[in-house]
């Protein structure tokens, strides 16, 4: 079966300071693969998706990047948060390839910036 | 592109009791997929149901299931024999096929069952 990881599942950073927040599935190859935020109280944002290794398609400008370094992870950055920035971050998997449907979430990361 | 709407913020219903949550969607697509999730206190997002939109019977998931109104364009979820642990916020969610399918969702409505 599949599953997927997020970490750390909790980050309080200062305003200024860089990110990385990490999204590894297991049990699947090749997958499509999200990032999105939520904002309390609001809905979900899509930040960020992946078809591949090295593709990634942003959806939002602002001070954030992903990446994807091997075909079952990808990563979130930043070189330097805004208070803006906090927030739910949540990590989906979908099969690849044409006909895909369902998106299954990660556990989230709660990212506070002060 | 593809919008959801959500129009209920809000619902309470007792436990054991049914409750319907209403969503309405626009695309231009032929082919999609709708879906509802749920998101308890935890905020981990769960799959409760999804409905293919070429698929006329509505979904069933135990006591989850949806009313498709394709020409509508509505697709509202039925919660039967309510449970505590219903308790949490129900998104409602589109896409296409074909590409990286990127979900739309709307804002949620957060639903409390009573004891």
């Known amino acids: 079966s599949q599953t997927i990881h997020q970490w750390p599942a909790t980050l309080v950073q200062p305003v200024g300071s860089p990110l990385s927040l990490e999204c590894t599935v297991e049990g699947t190859s090749n997958p499509n693969l999200y990032w999105y935020r939520q904002a309390a109280g609001r809905g979900l944002q899509l930040l960020f998706y992946s078809v591949g290794i090295g593709q990634i398609s942003s959806e939002v400008p602002q001070n954030l990047s992903a990446s994807r370094p091997q075909d079952r992870q990808f990563i979130l950055s930043s070189k330097k948060l805004l208070l803006s920035d906090s927030g739910f971050y949540l990590c989906a998997w979908s099969t690849g390839g044409a006909g895909t449907d369902t998106q299954y979430f990660g556990p989230g990361t709660r990212l506070t910036v002060l | 592109a593809q919008t959801v709407t959500q129009s209920q913020p809000e619902m309470s219903v007792q436990e054991a009791e049914t409750v319907t949550l209403s969503c309405t969607y626009d695309t231009s697509e032929n082919n999609y997929y709708l879906f509802w999730y749920k998101q308890p206190p935890s905020r981990q997002m769960i799959l409760v149901i999804r409905?293919?939109?070429?698929?006329?019977q509505n979904a069933t998931e135990n006591r989850f299931s949806v009313n498709f109104q394709k020409a509508a364009k509505s697709f509202s979820l039925k919660i039967s024999d309510s449970q505590l642990g219903d308790t949490a916020m129900y998104f409602c969610a589109a896409n296409s096929q074909g590409g990286s399918e990127k979900l739309v969702f709307g804002k949620g409505t957060k639903l409390t069952v009573n004891p």
């Open positions: 409905q293919e939109a070429y698929k006329q």
